[in-house]
Nanobody, 125 residues
Framework: QVELVESGGGLVRVGDSLRLSCAAS?????????MSWFRQAPGKEREFVAT????????EYADFAKGRFTISRDNNKSTIYLQMNNLQAEDTAVYYC?????????????????WGQGTQVTVSS
């Protein structure tokens, strides 16, 4: 059974950094996967943050994440990360990792097959 477990959220101040982790289990072939981060702020729809193809390490970012956020993976730990620097108040949200097959569409939440439970990031000013 596939399971995604996020961790690393917390309360930080504007300009601080956080690194989120998402540990994946229950897979037989990680190389066939794409892993992504989404976020959802109160009263808003869930939005795409970043994505990574496990096999090629190809990455894409939302415009607000470019230059501040970095997605990466540790193949030995079956874990993906989201390094977030220079956090702003508008980055406050629940952050989710999600998984879809490598060859599938990936830009929207309905594209994804599995989700973690989310981790809260709160940036205070």
């Amino acid at each position: 059974q596939v399971e995604l477990v996020e961790s690393g959220g917390g309360l930080v101040r504007v300009g601080d950094s956080l690194r989120l982790s998402c540990a994946a289990s229950g897979h037989t072939a990680f190389t066939l996967l794409r892993m992504s981060w989404f976020r959802q702020a109160p009263g808003k729809e869930r939005e795409f943050v970043a994505t990574l193809r496990w096999r090629t390490l190809a990455k894409e970012y939302a415009d607000f994440a470019k230059g501040r956020f970095t997605i990466s993976r540790d193949n030995n730990k079956s874990t993906i990360y989201l390094q977030m620097n220079n956090l702003q108040a508008e980055d406050t949200a629940v952050y989710y990792c999600a998984e879809v097959a490598d060859y599938s569409n990936y830009g929207l939440p309905p594209d994804y097959d599995y989700w973690g439970q989310g981790t809260q990031v709160t940036v205070s000013s």
